[in-house]
């Protein structure tokens, strides 16, 4: 079993950044690809952004390509999505998502299904 934590969500003013972190609880996230998603009041949890196993890979939805910047430190564990250039938009709760199992190190994924552990989730507020 693995637990994800997200952390550094807030409250900011549009055109603001915030970085967010994910860490597993007794892994080692180097082994895994990740996941960001989010969910805006009233509407379906949505992709955000997703990284490879290697770092390398990324995906991101096209209403924040350009903003967000998906990476990894895997000597500490962590993933991280920089968000810049907010936008009210972007008010959401963010979750982090990883997917056990073994595959590619190039492998990333983009739908939710394809993740088997989610963290609690940080909430991201967007004033105008």
């Known amino acids: 079993q693995v637990q994800l934590v997200e952390s550094g969500g807030g409250l900011v003013q549009a055109g603001d950044s915030l970085r967010l972190s994910c860490a597993p609880s007794g892994r080692t996230f180097s082994n895994y690809a990740v996941g960001w998603f989010r969910q805006a009041p009233g509407k379906e949890r949505e992709f955000v952004a997703a990284?490879?196993?290697?770092?390398?890979?990324?995906d991101y939805v096209d209403s924040v390509k350009g903003r967000f910047t998906i990476s990894r430190d895997n000597s500490k564990n962590t993933v991280a999505l920089q968000m810049s250039s907010l936008k009210p938009e972007d008010t959401a709760v963010y979750y982090c998502?990883?997917?056990?199992?073994?595959?590619?190190?190039?492998?990333?994924?983009?739908?939710?299904?394809?993740?088997?552990?989610w963290g609690q989730g940080t909430r991201v507020s967007v004033s105008s």
């Open positions: 998502a990883t997917r056990g199992g073994y595959y590619a190190e190039s492998v990333y994924y983009t739908t939710q299904g394809a993740y088997d552990y």
């Open positions: 990284i490879s196993r290697s770092g390398r890979n990324t």
